[in-house]
């Protein structure tokens, strides 16, 4: 595994991370959809178009996304998306320290066996 792989895999966890956490934020902002008539859609894509935070997160997961597609051109799929699976406690942090969400011990389970699976499939 080489330097270039490694900083890929790292702006796909941080883009992903920080998409996921500024489209959240967004969503807060515009409210709960509880209607999926036409009319409230359209009212919902025109608040959509407004909302820098969410905007900036879809800006973000296009960043992960092309940057996961074109390391798969040279790296082994079966260590990138482990690799990459780092994410969901990068997510976990970004929720508790931007978003301010309460993370219980059992909550931080799910991450922590995230990383030793990742652990796993990076030993050679």
Not at 65 to 94: K, N, R
């Amino acid at each position: 595994m080489d330097g270039i792989t490694l900083v890929m895999i790292a702006i796909i966890v941080l883009s992903n991370a920080a998409g996921d956490v500024l489209i959240t934020r967004g969503m807060k902002k515009m409210g709960e959809v509880n209607s999926f008539h036409p009319y409230h859609l359209l009212q919902l894509g025109r608040k959509v178009l407004g909302n820098g935070d969410f905007l900036s997160g879809v800006f973000c997961l296009a960043i992960s996304f092309f940057a996961f597609i074109s390391v798969l051109a040279w790296a082994e799929m079966s260590f990138i998306v482990p690799a990459t699976s780092v994410v969901y406690v990068v997510t976990v942090l970004g929720a508790k320290f931007f978003l301010k969400e309460q993370i219980d011990k059992l909550r931080w389970a799910g991450p922590f066996l995230v990383c030793m699976g990742v652990v796993l499939v990076c030993l050679p």
